[in-house]
């Protein structure tokens, strides 16, 4: 048996460092090792998932082609830093950068919620979430009961949350006062013993996404939770995020995402629906911005989200700040930040001090030494946890999203990124991760090197096992 997984992983041609760690596990701890890897070693989904993914995406190219010929939203110019990203996005997705989008930058969890009941309270056809987590109480109750009375006066309203992050959701009496309001709610990856031999059991629906008619929408960290309720216990503060409030065509590459999702997990179709829209009418012309989404997953173009982030990490000349809750970089991210510092790029990475997660705790800091000696500036949020995920390059081009910096996030999960060309977008960002870095400790190199020693033994431990995380 121990043969026969060898032969399985080396015949996967995954990364050196993910395939010794496996093969570490499978030696060192045969049974459990084994156990592990045919449980969370390979990417695979059940027999219908699959199926409607192939159906879903022959319709998806099939309406792509006729959105094209609306070419007045498309745009190939782009400035000097993003142009290389952009032409990456269009020859993998198969639609160049959009322009014409209006974009709001809200990083107060409150006024996320304000303005997204405000959209609720006037949306006039339909409402569309995905969520990876949705926790009752405060604020989050208060989105329920918009939503509630946006169904009952004839507004489509459908949630795709996923199964595991929003556990505590689905035990709550929310879940049945919702449907029964004509709410419609998918609990995406379920977790079952039965789905445990059919697919990838940690495969996670990671996106945060909401749409209103089609024309708003929203992309960011935040989950549909409020901060004063949310992990309170486990004593890290209050959650930082940030979400992006959206108007303009754009809008209609996200709905297509939305609609793939939906079709993957329930079988039925919705995208007919919007196939006759003109799409000029979103253009926005003043103030205006330059964007392009990128969605990852199993179902989506392979690697894409870590070819976008070493694109953008090679287009730096000046500048590169990173805001990340977990960082367990690949080899290949973990190399373009060294190097983009050894040729002169002020690099900035900003974490958290505190995390919720252990194992990535540990295994983050095995990359410090090696950040530092190539002159990377690493900062520790001490204000909570930092959870917005965000990269800007050159204070020009924007990336954020529901993307963290490691394996899960990169290879594994369904995320979904928002990538900006626009200066003055970007300017607010870089005025947002500026507050972070006011609020953070510079780790220093000499003070890292001199650590206790079990730390380090610690930390390499989990270096070992950093390519499964």
Not at 376 to 385: K, S
């Amino acid at each position: 048996m121990v043969a026969n997984v060898t032969l399985r992983i080396l015949m996967k041609r995954r990364a050196v460092n993910s395939s010794l760690a496996w093969l570490l596990a499978i030696y060192v701890l045969p049974v459990l090792g084994i156990i592990t890897y045919l449980s969370f070693g390979e990417l695979y989904l059940e027999r219908n998932r699959v199926k409607r993914t192939r159906s879903t995406w022959i319709y998806t190219n099939s309406f792509l082609k006729k959105l094209k010929k609306q070419n007045n939203i498309f745009t190939t110019e782009h400035s000097s830093v993003a142009n290389s990203l952009f032409k990456l996005c269009s020859n993998r997705q198969g639609f160049p950068g959009i322009k014409g989008n209006r974009l709001e930058l809200i990083s107060n969890p409150n006024e996320v919620i304000k303005s997204l009941i405000n959209d609720i309270k006037i949306a006039r056809f339909n409402i569309e979430m995905i969520f990876y987590i949705w926790h009752p109480g405060g604020l989050a109750d208060e989105v329920a009961e918009s939503l509630i009375t946006a169904s009952y006066r004839g507004v489509k309203c459908r949630l795709i949350l996923d199964s595991a992050g929003s556990l505590s959701f689905f035990r709550s009496p929310w879940v049945k006062k919702m449907r029964s309001a004509g709410i419609e709610i998918i609990e995406a990856l379920k977790i079952n013993l039965l789905q445990f031999f059919l697919r990838r059991i940690d495969l996670r629906q990671h996106r945060k996404l909401v749409l209103i008619d089609n024309h708003t929408a929203y992309i960011g960290s935040m989950n549909l939770v409020d901060p004063c309720f949310f992990k309170q216990h486990i004593g890290i503060g209050k959650w930082i995020d940030l979400m992006v409030r959206i108007e303009g065509p754009i809008s209609t590459l996200i709905s297509i995402i939305f609609n793939c999702d939906w079709e993957i997990e329930t079988g039925t179709r919705i995208l007919s629906i919007y196939e006759n829209k003109n799409i000029n009418n979103l253009l926005h012309k003043k103030n205006a911005c330059t964007a392009q989404v990128v969605a990852s997953g199993p179902s989506y173009p392979k690697d894409i989200m870590h070819q976008a982030l070493l694109t953008a990490v090679y287009s730096a000349r000046e500048q590169l700040t990173m805001t990340t809750p977990y960082f367990v970089p690949s080899e290949d991210l973990l190399r373009a930040l060294c190097t983009a510092a050894l040729r002169g790029v002020n690099v900035e990475i900003v974490i958290p001090l505190h995390n919720d997660s252990l194992l990535v705790n540990w295994a983050s800091r095995a990359f410090f030494s090696e950040l530092l000696e190539a002159g990377v500036n690493i900062y520790q949020f001490e204000g909570g946890l930092l959870h917005t995920k965000s990269v800007l390059v050159d204070k020009q081009l924007t990336l954020l999203g529901t993307f963290n910096l490691d394996m899960r996030s990169i290879w594994l999960n369904f995320e979904i990124t928002l990538i900006v060309d626009d200066f003055g977008f970007s300017n607010n960002l870089a005025c947002l991760q500026g507050n972070y870095i006011a609020n953070s400790r510079l780790l220093d190199r000499r003070t890292w090197a001199k650590r206790a020693f079990w730390k380090k033994f610690i930390e390499m431990i989990f270096y070992l096992f950093s390519p499964l995380l």
